[in-house]
């Protein structure tokens, strides 16, 4: 993007902040992302003419953030999409903001804030309200929470098209999970939506969204941590149904992530792919082959492999899948050797240049989507994977460094502008709660357990206006009101039980390989809660074990 801007960006960091002070003059924040065709879009049409890229040069310090790389700042500008246009005083308040903006409206916003700069100066500057709350609406954990989230999925469910509001449509595969084991029906049409309209049948992978209720207007870019949310949900509507049709997606998918997104040279997976010039998606099939790769963005972001880790691991356990297995293997080996420290998570590390450059450390959703990594890991592959030792690091570190209260800040209280001001997002503070509950089961330390349920009830409170966006909420509520079903088998990881444990249809389940502490070698048992099966020691036999447990 900077080829074309004209406009002298800063870097994010206490320098810019410091020379805004210096001027007492506002900060233009551009959020935008490698992936985002409108961000290169507003370059080429606001930010090249040259009297508009003065006037910012002159009057404002100008910082352009990537969002994958700073997703802190993003959480708290964020103008509801990218591009975002956002001015800030010096000490980082906010002074207003846009979205995309051509050359007219920009030249709107510019005289605007000008004058508002001029006659209020930073008394203007404003704190968002999500970061003047110490403390979320606590409450009680009940039956009543999953009822509420399947309303909310019932109420906003699109009846024609499939999916969930009348606005643009996201794939939301969260909802699809929850919904999965609560209305089948709904689930399964949205999973059809899903599949018929951001599915990419060519090359693979799913597009990000569409920005019509019909699905219409799909936006062709296609993100490491949606795509490996989707592998997991359509493994786990596979799991549920045992059709062809939900397996098909999740196989083109991983074979998308290992071959275009995978980066050999890492052994991981790229953070994402743009939709190229001319938007290359659109092209019939025989012009795609001709046309340009869209370009990819070879940053290996923490988080986002740990999904893909976790998604292939899932459901290499549903289909013996060696592909999806091997590759996961390999991600899960480089976010170890290269971005987890003592339990600590980096959030990137770039090497492709010379300044070798790494992301922020022990953020909240990383800290998360790692844990979840190697619990999977350690279910899924067994003790050979060696990864408790390691998921135990990371849960008492986050624990250690990120609990405040009852629940969880998203990084370090530390850095420019805002980020000195805690942020409690939901969406992390429910993934790491469930990959707490599973740690649990795995290690035997119901501490995690009690920790995972202090933090789900700590947002209880507001429970009952949860949209669809965060059903994953209402499931780790579940989880921990109704109890998880427990498979522990006495067998390694890869035995015929251990296969079999895997591939009852219940996507919540934990299982727990070499439990020969508590088992006799070559059988598994049955838990939910206090009552335990009898042992069982074929797979016919743990079916029916489980059966009988959930009646």
């Not at 296609?222 to 939900?246: H, I, M, P, W």
Request: net charge negative; hydrophobic share 40%; proline share 5%.
């Amino acid at each position: 993007m900077e080829d074309v801007t004209r406009v002298e960006w800063r870097e994010w960091g206490d320098a810019a902040f410091e020379e805004a002070r210096a001027a007492d003059a506002p900060i233009l924040l551009s959020l935008t992302a490698t992936w985002c065709d409108h961000c290169h879009e507003m370059d080429e049409e606001t930010y090249a003419v040259p009297a508009i890229a003065a006037n910012i040069n002159d009057d404002f310090v100008p910082i352009r953030v990537d969002v994958d790389r700073h997703p802190r700042v993003r959480d708290r500008y964020n103008m509801g999409g990218f591009p975002s246009t956002v001015f800030l005083a010096p000490d980082g308040a906010l002074l207003t903001g846009a979205g995309y903006l051509g050359p007219d409206g920009m030249r709107q916003v510019l005289d605007s804030v000008r004058q508002l700069w001029s006659t209020k100066g930073a008394e203007a500057g404003r704190i968002p309200r999500p970061l003047h709350e110490t403390e979320p609406p606590a409450g009680e954990l009940t039956d009543d929470i999953p009822a509420q989230m399947l309303g909310q999925l019932s109420g906003t469910y699109d009846e024609t098209a499939g999916g969930w509001g009348d606005g643009p449509k996201f794939p939301v595969p969260d909802a699809l999970e929850f919904a999965l084991k609560r209305d089948r029906q709904m689930a399964l049409r949205s999973f059809d939506a899903v599949d018929a309209n951001l599915h990419d049948e060519h090359d693979g992978g799913f597009y990000r969204f569409a920005t019509e209720p019909n699905w219409s207007g799909v936006q062709h870019e296609k993100l490491l941590d949606s795509n490996a949310a989707l592998v997991r949900a359509f493994a786990n509507a596979y799991l549920s149904t045992g059709r062809e049709e939900y397996r098909e997606p999740a196989e083109r998918t991983i074979e998308y992530l290992t071959t275009t997104l995978w980066l050999p040279d890492e052994a991981a997976f790229a953070g994402s792919q743009a939709p190229g010039q001319d938007d290359a998606y659109t092209l019939e099939a025989s012009d795609r082959e001709a046309a340009a790769t869209p370009p990819i963005d070879e940053t290996v972001f923490a988080g986002a492999n740990a999904l893909a880790v976790d998604a292939l691991l899932t459901y290499a356990a549903y289909t013996d899948d060696d592909r999806a297995r091997r590759y996961a293997e390999r991600a899960l080996e480089t976010v170890r050797e290269t971005l987890l420290e003592d339990g600590v998570v980096v959030h990137y590390r770039d090497t492709r240049d010379d300044r070798n450059r790494d992301g922020e450390r022990c953020l909240l959703t990383n800290q998360a989507r790692v844990l979840r990594a190697l619990t999977t890991a350690a279910s899924v592959l067994g003790a050979d994977a060696n990864a408790l030792e390691d998921a135990r690091a990371v849960a008492d570190v986050t624990i250690e460094r990120l609990r405040d209260g009852d629940s969880f800040v998203d990084g370090p209280r530390s850095g420019p502008g805002l980020l000195d001001r805690p942020l409690r997002p939901l969406d992390a503070n429910v993934e790491l709660a469930d990959a707490l509950l599973d740690l649990a089961v795995l290690t035997g330390e119901q501490e995690y357990r009690e920790i995972a349920r202090e933090t789900i009830a700590a947002f209880a409170g507001a429970s009952d206006r949860f949209g669809v966006q965060v059903a994953r909420y209402a499931s780790v509520a579940a989880r921990l009101t109704d109890e998880p079903l427990v498979v522990r088998v006495g067998t390694a990881a890869g035995s015929d039980l251990h296969r079999a444990a895997f591939r009852f249809a219940d996507h919540e389940k934990v299982v727990v390989p070499a439990a020969t502490d508590e088992l006799e070698s070559g059988t598994a048992r049955v838990e939910r809660g206090d009552r335990l099966s009898e042992p069982a020691t074929t797979p016919e036999e743990l079916s029916d074990r489980i059966l009988s447990i959930l009646e």
